[in-house]
C-alpha cells in the first residue's frame, strides 16, 4: 500500500508538470478540448437517434443507452488524458534509445512509461460530460441515485480502467523485440470503439469472448450494467477479479519482455 501511495503522488506530480507545461500554449489547450467536444457529439449521435425514433434498442430504452454511453465517454477520458500519448510513444523510446533513461529513474520503470505524460484537457472533459451523462440517464430512467450505486458504479469503472491499461500493455509490450510497433498500437487502439454500444449487440459467442478472453466489454459495459442493475452475478464476480488476473498478466509480460530490450535502439 505504501509504494501505491508513493507512486500515485509521483503521477499527482507529473500531471502537475504536464498541466503546468500544456498552459504555456493555451490556444493548442482549448483547441484540444473543442476537438474532443466534436468526438462527444460524434459518440452521442445514434442516442440522439434513438430518443427521436422513441424505441428501444437490444431492450434498452434511450435514457438506459446514455448510461452506457455517459460510462463510455467517462472511460474513454482516462484512456486518452492517459494510457493512450504513453502507449503510442513507447515505439519511439525504444527504436531511439531514448527508454534507456526511463530505466535509471528510482521508481517502476513500467510505472513511468505508461503514466510519464498526461492530457489534462480530453481527461477532465470527457470524465465530468460522462459522468453527467450517467446521472441523467439513470434519474430519467427512474433509477435512485444512492451511495452504493455511486460506489459501485465508481468501483467497475475503475475496474474497468485497470483492465483496459492491461490489455493494451499486453501487445505493446512487443515492442522490445520487434521494435517497431505502431501498427499493433493502431490495432490495439480500434478495439476502444467496441465499447461504444451494449454488448448485447455482438451476440452470446461475441459477448463471452468480450467479457472472459479479451475483456473488453468489461472496461465500460460493466459499470452501466451494475448502475441499471443489470449485471449477473458471475460477471459481477468476474469484474472484480479480471483487473487482478490480466493485470498480473500484463506485469509478468512486461518484465519479460524488457529483459529483450538491447538499449541504445539495437
Request: no cysteine; aromatic share 16%; charged share 10%.
Amino acid at each position: 500500500m505504501g509504494e501505491i501511495i508513493r507512486h500515485a503522488r509521483i503521477w499527482l506530480g507529473l500531471a502537475r508538470i504536464n498541466f503546468m507545461s500544456q498552459m504555456e500554449y493555451r490556444a493548442n489547450f482549448v483547441t484540444g478540448i473543442l476537438m474532443e467536444a466534436g468526438y462527444l457529439l460524434a459518440k452521442v449521435m445514434y442516442v440522439i437517434v434513438a430518443y427521436s425514433a422513441g424505441k428501444r434498442i437490444a431492450g434498452y430504452s434511450p435514457d438506459e443507452l446514455l448510461v452506457f454511453v455517459g460510462s463510455y465517454v467517462t472511460l474513454t477520458g482516462f484512456y486518452a488524458g492517459v494510457f493512450a500519448m504513453n502507449l503510442f510513444q513507447l515505439t519511439t523510446l525504444v527504436r531511439d534509445g531514448s527508454f534507456d533513461l526511463l530505466l535509471v529513474k528510482p521508481v517502476n520503470t513500467q510505472f513511468y512509461a505508461t503514466f510519464r505524460r498526461s492530457d489534462m484537457g480530453p481527461l477532465f472533459f470527457d470524465a465530468i460530460a460522462g459522468i453527467v451523462m450517467v446521472a441523467i440517464g439513470l434519474v430519467r430512467s427512474g433509477t435512485a441515485i444512492d451511495a452504493p450505486l455511486v460506489l459501485g458504479w465508481s468501483f467497475f469503472a475503475a475496474a474497468g480502467a485497470a483492465v483496459g491499461y492491461s490489455l493494451w500493455i499486453i501487445p505493446i509490450s512487443l515492442v522490445f523485440r520487434i521494435v517497431r510497433a505502431d501498427a499493433i498500437a493502431g490495432l490495439a487502439d480500434t478495439f476502444w470503439d467496441f465499447n461504444n454500444v451494449p454488448m448485447v449487440v455482438y451476440g452470446r459467442v461475441g459477448q463471452l469472448i468480450g467479457v472472459f478472453v479479451v475483456p473488453i466489454f468489461v472496461i465500460t459495459n460493466f459499470p452501466a450494467l451494475f448502475a441499471l442493475g443489470r449485471l449477473p452475478p458471475l460477471w459481477f464476480a468476474w469484474g472484480i477479479a479480471a483487473p487482478v488476473v490480466f493485470g498480473l498478466l500484463a506485469s509478468r509480460l512486461w518484465n519479460a519482455s524488457v529483459r529483450q530490450y538491447a538499449s541504445g535502439g539495437n
